[in-house]
Every structure is written in C-alpha cells, then in structure tokens.
C-alpha cells in the first residue's frame, strides 16, 4: 500500500530565501506525482504535475523533481515571498493518489 | 471558468438525518472522486468514479454512498449521518488518460458539522 511521507510539518523561513519541501513515497510505481497549495479553509490548488517518466517540471518560481528510483520527490520555491504561505501537500499513487500530510509554510516579511 | 462547484459550503445537522452534498464540474472530466480532510489524517478517498455508472469505494467508504449519473455530477449521500462523519469535504475532478488521472481540480470544500 502506497504511503506518501512529508517532512517537516512545518517550516517557516525569511522572505526571500529559497526553500525545498520534500515528500517521499513507498512504492515507486506510481504513475504520476502530483504538488498542490491549500489556503486555510480553501480547496486544493494544483502547482504542478511529474509524470512517471519525467524527472522535473517547472512554473515560474516553483521546481518539481521526481526521483523514482528512490521514492523521493521535492518541491524548490524561488525567492519566496509572504505570499507563499500555506500548506503544500504532494500525492502519489499507481491505482489512486496517495496524500501526504502536508508541509506547513510561513514565509515572515 | 473551469471549476468544480460544491454545495453546500457549511452544513449543520443532527445525527439520522439524512443529507446530500453536491458536486459539479464543467470540464467533461471522466474521473471525479470526494475526499474527506482531518486533522492529524490528512486527505482520505471516501469514494471515486472513473465515468458514467462506473463509481468505487476509496479508503473510507463507509456510512456514504455516491452516485454518478451525469458525467459533471457525483453527489455524495449520507443516509445516516454520525457526528464521526464532522469533517471538510472536498469533491475532486480530472481527466484520465490511459486510465491514469492527470491533474486534479478540487472544488472548494464542504465543512460538515454533524450534532
């Protein structure tokens, strides 16, 4: 059974810095990987989508690296700015998508 | 505009009551599916449906029950609700190609308080 791992729960760094959220996932068979954004109280938001036979995808400040072969995916934020904060939640599966629990972020001015 | 659309935003209701959330999508999207959030669990599949007719339990299935006669459409049913069943409802929807989901759409949520 696929379980999709977030580490840390929270984060919070100064505006400006580049930061990565990392996600890790059990069984490495997985169609696609797949990052979303939640406001509080808001639905889901899909940043970006890695398919299984790519290794990255990016839009505008925000990277997305698939690593198979070790069950890893990261998320790399640009110059991140206040605007940024929220939770980051990564899902992966081969039948169905697998949540992580997402990564709390609080970018500080 | 794209979207998925849910109804209602916030309910309250008694235990035994019966009750429908609604979900609707404007993408023709073949695959739809409702997810609960909890703290402290995360994103849980309750139900998924992968067209017309065609619908499959998720992680935590029991207690709901979903239809999808409508391609844009995929209610979720509570026959009886328990205040075990309190939680943010979300109803997700994409396109499948090769069977596989592709990006998901999330509608903005459905926040259930069951007394």
């Known amino acids: 059974k696929q379980e999709v791992t977030q580490i840390p729960a929270a984060l919070s760094v100064p505006e400006g810095e580049n930061l990565v959220l990392n996600c890790s996932f059990t069984?490495?068979?997985?169609?696609?990987l797949q990052w979303f954004r939640q406001d509080p109280g808001k639905g889901l938001t899909s940043l970006l989508l890695?398919?299984?036979?790519?290794r990255e995808q990016t839009s505008g400040r925000l990277n997305a690296s698939l690593d198979k072969s070790s069950g890893r995916s990261t998320l790399y934020i640009a110059a991140s700015q206040p605007g940024d904060s929220a939770t980051y939640l990564c899902a992966g599966g081969s039948e169905k998508l697998v949540f992580g629990k997402g990564t709390k972020l609080t970018v500080n001015p | 505009e794209a979207q998925v659309t849910q109804n209602p935003r916030y309910l309250i209701t008694v235990t035994g009551k019966k009750l429908t959330v609604t979900c609707s999508q404007n993408?023709?999207?073949?695959?739809m599916s409702w997810y609960r959030q909890d703290p402290g669990l995360g994103l849980r599949q309750i139900y998924y449906s992968m067209n017309v007719e065609v619908t499959d339990k998720g992680d935590v299935p029991e207690g709901y029950k979903v239809s999808r006669k409508e391609k844009r459409n995929f209610p979720l049913i509570l026959e009886s609700p328990s205040p075990n069943q309190t939680s943010l409802y979300f109803c997700?929807?994409?396109?499948?190609?090769?069977?596989?989901?592709?990006?998901?759409?999330f509608g903005p949520g459905t926040r259930l308080l069951v007394l």
């Open positions: 997700a929807s994409s396109l499948l190609i090769r069977g596989i989901e592709e990006t998901q759409y």
């Open positions: 890695i398919q299984s036979s790519q």
């Open positions: 069984d490495s068979a997985i169609y696609n």
């Open positions: 993408m023709n999207h073949e695959y």
